[in-house]
């Protein structure tokens, strides 16, 4: 099956610190996805990416496709309380048989202290 | 709009009996997609649907079955529950496969406790 591996697999930082994590394939993957999930919700979208090398921003979160379409990167700036939560990045790999179906990495979980 | 909904909420089941989870969207999205949740393990597929009518086995099939009756519903059932299918199971749905209509959207999860 696939293999995506996201690190690190928690993180405890201070407010207004500046967060990393990635996430990589042992395939090439089309379409990378970032979600974050609050306790006792269901995921949410945060970035979708489409194409190898695109850099996309939402807010404080900023997101990339890596060249070698293997691996996708994560960064939020200034992290406040309320950026808590478990991130989960996601992918679909190349060819016609994976239409829909995305494989999820392990998560990250963040925990900011004030 | 609800968006992605999900029935019940939470579930205490006995080994052997069996429930039928309920999804429902109101995007008008063809596909749609079953998840289990365990701790360090992500989000893995247990069953998804291409359309109305149309179902395909996941990752993680095992142990369940499902239906798409209608396009707006999704039903997840377990037939003689087991303790290892106590899990968050979250539904999502999708405009398309690929591309930009490819973004799931997620219901807020059912948790099932089975002893």
């Known amino acids: 099956g696939q293999q995506l591996n996201q690190s690190p697999q928690s993180m405890f930082i201070q407010e207004g610190e500046d967060v990393s994590m990635n996430c990589t394939s042992s395939s090439i993957f089309n379409t990378w996805l970032w979600y974050k999930q609050d306790p006792g919700e269901g995921p949410v979208l945060l970035i979708a990416l489409y194409k190898a090398g695109e850099l996309t921003s939402n807010g404080r979160l900023t997101a990339q496709f890596g060249i070698t379409r293997k691996d996708s990167f994560l960064n939020i700036s200034a992290s406040i309380p309320s950026d808590v939560g478990i991130y989960f990045c996601?992918?679909?790999?190349?060819?016609?048989?994976?239409?829909?179906?995305?494989?999820f990495g392990q998560g990250t979980i963040l925990t900011v202290h004030p | 709009n609800a968006g992605v909904t999900q029935t019940p909420k939470f579930r205490v089941l006995k080994t052997g009996q069996s429930m039928t989870l309920l999804c429902a969207q109101d995007?008008?999205?063809?596909?749609m997609y079953w998840y289990r949740q365990d701790p360090g393990m992500g989000l893995r597929l247990i069953h998804y649907s291409v359309g109305e009518g149309t179902t395909a086995k996941g990752e993680v099939p095992d142990g369940y079955n499902v239906s798409r009756l209608k396009k707006q519903n999704f039903l997840l059932g377990l037939e003689s529950a087991a303790p290892s299918q106590t899990s968050v199971y979250f539904c999502?749905?999708?405009?398309?496969?690929?591309?930009?209509?490819?973004?799931?959207?997620f219901g807020p999860g059912t948790r099932l406790l089975v002893l």
């Open positions: 996601a992918g679909r790999t190349a060819g016609g048989t994976s239409y829909g179906k995305l494989t």
């Open positions: 999502a749905s999708s405009y398309s496969g690929t591309g930009y209509g490819e973004t799931q959207y």
């Open positions: 995007m008008n999205h063809e596909y």
